[in-house]
């Protein structure tokens, strides 16, 4: 079973950081927080710790990995060329939940990229995964510590359930801060293009870059519209319950909500509300969770995945959810949300009122 070792961004174990250090120099796997979800670890500059990361989690291996690095001036080795304008977003956004896809440099193996001449390269804000990365030799490559096809882990005991036997150890950092994953922009292409939407949104990313592209296929249904980060094309995310969304004006989505609880109950099945603070008192029946406040996104986007994994542990049928088209995050929460669904959308439509 793996170590685990606990720490704080303010209290940080340099001795437990050093053993980080040598398992993934050594080609070991470390599971550890930053400020999106938590990441498995391994070298990213060896191609056997990337093929053990893919084993680990049962993922795809032409699905590439983000190469995690401590500072800036790890960027140039692995790069063969930095666009300005990525720089330009780096100076605003880095450290923190923003990935960018270079051309990459000899130095990266293809096993870390899945067979592409580009590579994704994250600088994080967390402190803990900064000084991991430092200890390991700079340069980590980490998928999110889920087993494929499960949501991404926000709570260290999320990485204990899908990979505590897997892999060496597991760095508990506490909750992570965001809960989503990093914004992917590619720089590939002339006009810069959001492979990913996460905490930063596109009205974030063209205040300093000007015009920006959404890449099409990712909130496609349509299958033959394919998204170009190879990520985006998996089923992802997906509860073992079947999960609907329940969109409309708020009044007729609470009570389609409650009908739809209404009927299951009447077929003894067990039934999920996902539901916001602001909701909670509409739906008197079924197992409802409170998600965040529709106040601040941010608490929306900080639970959507530990509350996809709590329903699985209460073995629900079904989880009818409201819509979080919020402001901010709501790009981010309803591309998370519409997958793990599989796009069930149901309408409520002023006939059910
Ligand atoms: O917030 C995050 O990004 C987290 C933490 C751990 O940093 N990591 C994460 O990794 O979400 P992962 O492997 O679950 O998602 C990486 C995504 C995948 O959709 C992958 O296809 C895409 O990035 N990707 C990686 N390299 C790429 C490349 N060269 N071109 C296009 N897409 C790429
Ligand atoms: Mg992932």
Request: with cysteine; net charge negative.
């Amino acid at each position: 079973h793996a170590i685990i070792a606990r720490m704080t961004e303010d209290c940080l174990d340099m001795e437990a950081l050093k053993k980080a250090g040598e398992i993934l120099a050594g080609g070991g796997l470390v599971a550890f927080p930053t400020e999106t979800v938590y990441g498995l670890g391994g070298n990213a500059l060896d191609p056997e710790a990337s093929r053990r990361i893919y084993a680990a989690k049962g993922r795809p291996s032409d699905n590439p990995l983000i190469v995690h690095i401590a500072d800036w001036d790890s960027l140039t080795p692995i790069v063969s060329r930095i666009p300005e304008k990525a720089k330009k977003l780096a100076d605003a956004y880095w450290p923190g939940p923003l990935t960018m896809i270079f051309e990459k440099s000899e130095l990266v193996p293809y096993e870390t990229t899945g067979g592409l001449e580009t590579v994704a390269v994250r600088l994080p804000a967390n402190k803990v995964a900064v000084e991991m990365i430092r200890q390991a030799g700079g340069y980590v490559a980490a998928p999110s510590a889920n087993t494929s096809g499960r949501p991404s882990p926000t709570l260290a005991s999320h990485v204990e359930e899908d990979l505590g036997d897997r892999i060496d150890m597991i760095i508990d950092g506490g909750q992570v801060n965001i809960g989503l994953e990093s914004t992917i922009v590619d720089f590939t292409e002339e006009i810069p293009v959001i492979l990913r939407p996460g905490f930063l949104n596109k009205e974030m990313l063209e205040e300093v870059l000007g015009e920006v592209r959404i890449d099409p296929g990712i909130m496609a249904e349509n299958t033959h519209i394919r998204p170009k980060a190879p990520g985006m094309r998996y089923k992802h995310y997906a509860p073992k319950a079947d999960l609907a969304i329940v969109e409309g004006a708020p009044a007729a989505v609470f009570s389609k909500i409650r009908e739809l609880v209404r009927e299951g109950i009447a077929k003894e099945q067990r039934v999920g509300v996902i539901c916001t603070e602001e909701s909670r008192s509409e739906y008197p029946e079924g197992i409802v969770r409170c998600i965040g406040s529709r106040a601040d996104d941010r608490t929306i986007a900080r639970h959507l995945y530990e509350i996809l994994r709590d329903f699985d542990a209460d073995g629900v049928d079904a989880i009818y959810s409201e819509s979080f088209e919020t402001p901010r995050m709501g790009q981010a929460i309803m591309n998370r949300l519409i997958k793990a669904a599989g796009h069930e959308v149901i309408r409520a439509g002023s006939e059910d009122i």
